[in-house]
């Protein structure tokens, strides 16, 4: 059996092979837009690739065992298929799983959280989390099982990050004055940014339970709100090239909209090497 800190490094070739074989089919670069420029990290970078073939054995143990991953993900019964793709597959990395659902499924474990509102179930996954694991875990990583993750290239971009600070990460989108972290491509927390959230979730003003507007907006968007109050600011995850690692689409999308707008470019690659996440997958991929 494979060494956890061996693992580490498997996961970190695996990502790299993975966008290596994209490389060849397509080339796509994702503007980032404009940013706010409030917090003093607010784009944040991995080493570079290299550096991982630098770390020694003894320290990819005391790396695999200094961070500790807690991984949420949000479920209702029409996910069934996908529950059970990445229940067999990547969530196996994660140090610990849980699967919230929005009512009880015979079929698979899960916590039942009574809702259908997935800012709700948002909400109580993320109290759930706090109130049991916070002396457990240090980081908290959300996604629905339309994600795909490589938790080995999530533990080494996190590498030199601190939880002690309050992390707020993933694939940022920038609506009206607002900056968030987009649901799609996972959301990551750390142990900081938990405890300012979990004590903004009893607060209506700050944190309410539903918008407060004739229109609903979206969970990720509510919480980036509640997180501002907090202090706590979107920031976007990239490569040591400033390539997005949390990524809202598919491999597919990506190679076909590679393939239709940049034919001339397709041996520079679509996607980093380091890449974390993938979104819109089907249990098949």
Known sequence: MLSESS???KGVMLGSIF???ITMLGHIRIGHGSRMHHHEH????????EDILKISEDERMELSKSFRVYCILLVRPKDVSLWAAVKETWTNHCDKVDFFSSENVKVFESINME???MWLMMRKAYKYAFDKYRDQYNWFFLARPTTFAIIENLKYFLLKKDPSQPFYL?????SGDLEYV???GGIVLSIESMKRLNSLLSIPEKCPEQGGMIWKISEDKQLAVCLKYAGVFAENAEDSEGKDIFNTKSVGLFIKEAMTNHPNQVVEGCCSDMAVTFNGLTPNQ
């Open 7 to 9: 693992s580490f490094l």
């Open 19 to 21: 966008c290596a074989l």
């Open 42 to 49: 607010h784009h944040l970078q991995a080493p570079n690739k």
């Open 115 to 117: 809702t259908n509102d």
């Open 170 to 174: 993933g694939h940022t989108v920038k």
């Open 182 to 184: 987009s649901m799609e």
